[in-house]
C-alpha cells in the first residue's frame, strides 16, 4: 500500500468540513484474482448505489486483503457525504481496526457522534480524533525537501483536526441546556485543552450551571478566582459579597464589589431580549442589594456617615419588602442619632414604627427617648 494525496480540510467559522482526500490507496489490480475482480467493478462505475454494495461485498468477502483500508476509506466517504452517521461509525471503527492512525476516520466518527447527539461518542472520538492529530503534528520535518510541502499541508490539516475537536466539546458545552452537561464538557475543556482558545469563555456558563445544580460552594470557588481579575460578572459581585459578609470576611472587599455593582449596574444596558419591565426590576434588585450590604457593613463598623449615605440610596430599593425596608429605616434613624441628627433620626424612626416588624417596638420607644432629649424635634 503506499500513501494517496494529501488531504485537505477547511473550518469556516461554522466548521464545516470539506470532503477528504484518501489516505489510502490500491497500487496494483490483478483482475485474475477474485478481490481484484470486485475491485475492478468499483472502480470502473459510477453508479454510486452500485459502488456502495460492491465496497461492502469487497470488505465483507475479503477481509484479508491489503485493499481493505482503501475499501473502507471509500465508503466512509460516500456514507459521510449522504449524512448516514450510524454507517459512519460502523466503517469508521473497522477503518480505525485496520488503521489506528486514520486521523479522518477518527473525525467522521466524531462528526457522526454530534448528528446522533450522543455525546459519548463526542467525548470519546474527539478524544482519538485530538490524540492522532496531534502524533501528526509531532512528526518532525523531513529531510528530503520534496517531501517538505506535504508535511506541512499534513500538519495544518492536523492543526485544523485537533482545532475542530475542541470547538465539538466547546460547542456542546455551550448550547446545553442541562447544567451537568455544561459542568462536565466545562471541566472537559481545560483538561484536554489547558490553554485552550476558548478559555475564557467558560467561566460565567460555569458559575451559572453551578448554581443552577445546587452547587452553591464551587460557584463561590470560581466566582472568587474569577474576581481577583475580573470584577464585571454582577451575579459573582453578589454572590462573594454576600458570602463574605454572612461570615464577616473581607469587609474591604464587599465594600469594593457592593460598590462595582452600583457602578455596572448604573451602567449597563438592558441584554436584548429581555423585557423592559423585567430589566428594570433586575436593576433595581441588584442596585438595591448592593447598597443594602454596604450600608449595613458600615453600620456594623459604625461608619455612619457612609452607612447614611449607602442605606439612604438603599431605601427606594426595598420599599416594597417591609422587611427589609423596616431595617433599613431602623439603621438610618441609628445612624443618624449617633451623627448628632435627632430630627433626620425621628423621622425614620417614626416611619419604622408604622412598619409590623421586629424593630417596630424599639423604633417607637426611640422616637420617644430622642423627642425627650430634644424638645425642639417634632
Not at 451602567?267 to 426590576?281: H, L, R, T, Y
Amino acid at each position: 500500500m503506499k500513501r494517496g494525496p494529501v488531504r485537505t480540510l477547511t473550518i469556516l467559522l461554522a466548521f464545516s468540513l470539506t470532503a477528504f482526500a484518501q489516505r489510502h490507496s490500491v497500487s496494483e489490480v490483478d483482475t485474475e484474482k477474485p478481490d481484484g475482480k470486485v475491485l475492478a467493478q468499483i472502480m470502473q462505475t459510477d453508479d454510486q448505489a452500485k459502488k456502495t454494495a460492491l465496497l461492502e461485498q469487497f470488505v465483507d468477502q475479503f477481509p484479508k486483503s491489503e485493499a481493505v483500508p482503501w475499501a473502507l476509506e471509500q465508503e466512509l466517504a460516500i456514507y459521510a457525504k449522504a449524512n448516514q452517521p450510524d454507517k459512519v461509525l460502523a466503517v469508521g471503527e473497522k477503518l480505525l481496526a485496520v488503521d489506528p492512525d486514520e486521523t479522518e476516520a477518527a473525525l467522521q466518527c466524531l462528526k457522526a457522534g454530534e448528528t446522533k447527539h450522543d455525546l459519548e461518542l463526542v467525548k470519546k472520538y474527539s478524544l482519538v480524533a485530538s490524540t492522532l492529530a496531534k502524533k501528526m503534528i509531532a512528526v518532525p520535518q523531513p529531510a528530503d525537501a520534496e517531501q517538505v510541502d506535504t508535511w506541512k499541508q499534513e500538519i495544518a490539516y492536523a492543526k485544523q483536526v485537533d482545532n475542530y475537536c475542541e470547538y465539538s466539546l466547546y460547542r456542546v458545552f455551550a448550547e446545553s441546556r442541562d447544567p451537568k452537561v455544561t459542568i462536565e464538557f466545562g471541566e472537559l475543556l481545560p483538561q484536554r485543552y489547558p490553554q485552550g482558545q476558548y478559555s475564557g469563555k467558560l467561566d460565567n456558563p460555569m458559575f451559572l450551571a453551578f448554581r443552577q445544580s445546587g452547587q452553591d460552594n464551587q460557584a463561590l470557588l470560581l466566582a472568587q478566582k474569577v474576581l481577583a481579575t475580573d470584577q464585571s460578572n454582577e451575579d459573582m459581585l453578589l454572590v462573594v459579597a454576600d458570602n463574605y459578609m454572612q461570615n464577616k470576611q473581607e469587609p474591604e472587599k464587599v465594600h469594593l464589589y457592593c460598590a462595582k455593582l452600583v457602578e455596572i449596574m448604573s451602567a449597563k444596558a438592558k441584554p436584548e431580549g429581555v423585557a423592559d419591565d423585567a430589566w428594570a426590576g433586575r436593576k433595581s434588585a441588584v442596585m438595591g442589594v448592593a447598597h443594602y450590604m454596604n450600608g449595613k457593613l458600615y453600620f456594623n463598623e459604625k461608619n455612619y456617615p457612609q452607612a447614611d449615605q449607602e442605606l439612604r440610596a438603599a431605601l427606594p430599593f426595598v420599599d416594597n419588602n417591609p422587611a427589609s425596608k423596616a431595617e433599613v429605616l431602623f439603621m438610618l434613624g441609628s445612624s443618624n442619632y449617633e451623627m448628632k441628627k435627632p430630627q433626620d433620626a425621628v423621622n425614620f424612626f417614626r416611619s419604622c414604627s408604622a412598619i409590623k416588624s421586629t424593630y417596630q417596638a424599639q423604633a417607637t420607644k426611640n422616637v420617644q427617648v430622642i423627642k425627650t432629649q430634644s424638645p425642639t424635634v417634632k
